[in-house]
């Protein structure tokens, strides 16, 4: 069988076989519904190699593990507009939203168009990814965005958000925090007001999620404090 001619139920086939229930298990902890190592999973994306309407099938059977391969194996720019939209909103595991936003949406030429239309978004889940959006352009182009009025924003609506929103604002706070040292003192301020994510578990060797912290670890870092 050569890659151009895999089915959508052969490759359904071939996940089943990789489902493994531990991985379900620890998966289901953080909202993910698939059982599927995500070493296992790329390598067979490699195999199968850009497959774009093979992507778009897999996405349609609305299966955790056949979407995360739809997303590593389609390409992002051959996307529409609203059939992002609709992908964003209908995504469900935390995992799959994720990937599709950074795996995809970044790469598409509607990215900016959807980050402006999703930071208004009323639901939070949407939001979030216009807030990742920006996070991402506050990093490498930020020409054109008005930081204090995003910090504005995070300021009064962060605390009391749900918590993909909140950590997606949480993020984009800390971004601006490292990426622009004028806003720098602000962004502490706002992180110490609010204390989101303050008393948030973090493995040993890990950086805290914490904007404060993760705002003077990171620029420690990058000075080589």
């Avoid at 076989?17 to 531990?22: F, G």
Wanted: proline content about 6%.
């Amino acid at each position: 069988m050569t890659v151009a001619e895999v089915t959508v139920a052969e490759v359904m086939a071939e996940l089943a076989a990789l489902e493994d229930p531990k991985i379900r298990a620890v998966n289901a902890r953080h909202g993910d519904d698939h059982g599927v190592n995500l070493g296992a999973l790329r390598a067979l994306a490699k195999r199968l190699k850009t497959q774009q309407e093979l992507a778009r099938r897999l996405w349609e059977t609305g299966d955790t593990a056949a979407r995360l391969l739809a997303l590593l194996i389609c390409r992002p720019k051959a996307f529409e507009r609203d059939e992002l939209d609709a992908m964003v909103r209908e995504a469900g595991a935390p995992k799959v939203h994720d990937w599709l936003v950074n795996y995809v949406v970044k790469k598409s030429p509607h990215a900016e168009e959807l980050r402006q239309a999703w930071l208004a978004d009323p639901d939070p889940v949407v939001a979030s990814a216009g807030w990742a959006l920006t996070t991402e352009r506050v990093a490498k182009k930020p020409a054109g965005l008005d930081l204090a009025g995003l910090l504005d924003v995070i300021e009064a609506e962060m605390k009391g958000a749900p918590d993909r929103l909140q950590w997606a604002m949480n993020h984009c706070l800390a971004q601006i925090g490292i990426e622009h040292p004028e806003h720098r003192a602000r962004a502490l301020g706002i992180g110490e007001r609010l204390e989101v994510l303050k008393d948030y578990p973090v493995s040993p060797g890990c950086t805290s999620p914490y904007a404060p912290v993760w705002i003077e670890e990171m620029v420690r870092r990058r000075d080589g404090a």
